[in-house]
Structures are given as structure tokens and as C-alpha cells.
């Protein structure tokens, strides 16, 4: 159910919720956290309500949308409230706000959140430049960007590096955990040998290939290099060399994940690219900072970023010679070209021995 509520109030959008409560026959909430969503109003709004719709229902939540519309508008709070079907197993409340209220945002959200549960903020878009001293940000125990949303992802991670504050994290990091799940398994099997050196490749602007280098540099101690894969979506490959040979993890298609191990036979999995409602499904699991993320914000700026390796250069690359082929050319190269005036001499030697 749907219900519109234009050049409304707070209070009159409290009030309807308790009046739609006690026609429901409902006593109590069974809430455990608002959601607060901030965004400009407009298309991308309903993709993010969808996500929140489809995560409410491993985590029951008020989920509050503050959709910021025309700045050049006149005062105004177009209020919408869906429950039931439409809402999952949240209840949605969806703040259109006009003109100087567009930048009112927490003073519109305080009234309608839960009393005594956890607030988490989103900015399924653009994010603040420190979301820990925006005014809704300062409201929530977590607070969840998402840098491959930004015009300029890898220019955006760095900010989050710059601002973090203990309760952030970043959908971007979030699309890492099965990632990290399958590198850190392949460890589990012998030979238990130190890794000497690591190199991450994937999209030019993928924040996540370059976090993913940034948790290998933290965590093992080693060199890590970021390059530029030619082919594929985000993340596309991980190398880690060892004594005996390296650990690769490659997903060329987006879809399709191959770990590749010495003496172990190619293991292939499902690894699809995360979608939003997971990724944020998973967020609301915790409330607690995140440290692993943190170090991993802090090990950026040890990771050497080259360029990749063409893939049709690779292609063209031919089959290594064998020993004897070697041989043969080495002797080639080391003999001494004839002069020409041998050259001309050996017919004319030919020549006066046939007629003789």
C-alpha cells in the first residue's frame, strides 16, 4: 500500500504511521534499525528503495528515503508512506524535499526515526566529502558510500582514505568478500609457503581492484602491483607468487572464477558481480567498525599502480624454443658472413675443376 501525502509535515507523516499501526492491529514494532537514505530525487531513488526493500527482509528496518528535489523551488515536503507489499518487511518513508528544505535533511529525518535502535546512513551516490560530519551522517552508528557510484571512483576512494572515520564503509569494499573468501582458502592447502610478490589487475577505474591490492599489501607484507586489464568487468585477476610457483584467481567473463595452484587441480566457482541488495544486506549485518577495511584504506598508498599487458600482445606472443632450436640459431648468429669477393670466387673454383 501506497499512501501520498503532499505539502505535508513531520508530524502529520508520524501521525498516519500510528494510525495505519493501530488499524493494523499491530502493539509493537519489530524493528532493529532505520535506514536513512540520502539521494536526489529522481530515477536512481526507486533502485535504492528496491535494495533496501529486498535487504529488509533478513534485517526488519524503518527505511527513510530523504530525496532531495529542485533547490530553486519553493518550500516544500511531499511526503510518501509504503508498507505491506510494497515496502517488504520494512515500512518506506520517502522525504521529496523543495527549495531551502532540500538542506534540511536532518532536521526532516529526527522525528521518524525508531527510538532506541541503531541508524545507518547510505549514499547510494554521491556521498558527502566526510560523511561522519554530514548532519545525517552524525546521526548513525554506520555510515555506507559506494565509490564506484562517484563521477571519479579512484578519486573518491582516496577521499574516503582522507575522512574515514571509525563506523564508515564503502559497497565497494563490500563487493570484495568472496574475493577475499577464496585467495585467503587457497592458503589452506600445501605447500605453506611465504608469498613474495602479488599483482592485482581490472579495470582502469574499478575502486574495487584497487582495494583488493590495497588488503594484499596490508595483509602480506609484500609488494603489490595494480595494473590495467584490457579485457572484463571490475575485477579481473590476482597473482601471488610463491617458491613453487604461483596462485592465480581469474575471472575473464564477470561470471566464472578459476583458482589455479601448483600441484592442485583448476577449481571453478560461481563469482559473479555482487548486486546492490547483497552488498547492503550484508553491511547491515554489523554495526561495529570495520578495522579489516580500515587498514586496508591506509595500505592504498603502498600499492604501485603500472600499466597492463594488451591482450593482443599476449596473444601473439610465440611458444618458448627448444634447447636445440637454441643451438642452432646461437651458431648461426656466431658465424662470420662470407665477403663477397668469396663469394664470387667459389663459382669460378667450380667452374675451371669441371673443365679440367
Known sequence: MIIDLPSTTTSQVNSKLVHLREEGGAVTLG??????????????????????NDASREHPCRV???????????????AQIRVGGDAGAS????????????????SCVVPLL????????????EAPPVPAKDPIGALAQRRIT??????????ALEQRKASYTPGDTDLAWTRLTLWRAMLASAFDLPP???????????????????????WLAGALKVPVKRSRATQ???IVNVRLERRSGAVELNRPDGKIGSLLQPGQPERRF???????????????????PDEVYEVALKSLGKVVRGRGTPAKTVAARKPAESASDKVVADKAADKPAEKPAAKAAKPRAAKAKASS
Open 31 to 52: 524493528r532493529v534499525l532505520t535506514l536513512v537514505i540520502v539521494t536526489d530525487d529522481g530515477a536512481k531513488t526507486e533502485g535504492a528503495v528496491d535494495a533496501a
Open 64 to 78: 527513510i528515503v530523504v530525496a532531495r528535489g529542485a533547490r530553486k523551488a519553493a518550500p516544500r515536503l511531499d
Open 91 to 106: 515500512e518506506v518513508i520517502v522525504l521529496r524535499l523543495y527549495g531551502e528544505l532540500a538542506n534540511e535533511g536532518a
Open 114 to 125: 525508531l527510538p532506541d535502535t541503531p541508524v545507518v546512513a547510505w549514499w547510494p551516490n
Open 146 to 155: 559506494d565509490a564506484a557510484a562517484e563521477k571519479n571512483p579512484i578519486k
Open 270 to 288: 560461481a563469482l559473479h558481480r555482487r548486486e546492490l541488495r547483497d552488498c547492503l544486506s550484508e553491511e547491515l549485518r554489523r554495526l561495529d
Open 232 to 234: 572484463g568487468e571490475g
Open 192 to 214: 605453506f609457503e611465504k608469498v613474495t610478490d602479488a599483482e592485482v589487475s581490472g579495470e582502469s577505474d574499478s575502486p574495487s581492484t584497487d582495494l583488493l591490492a590495497a
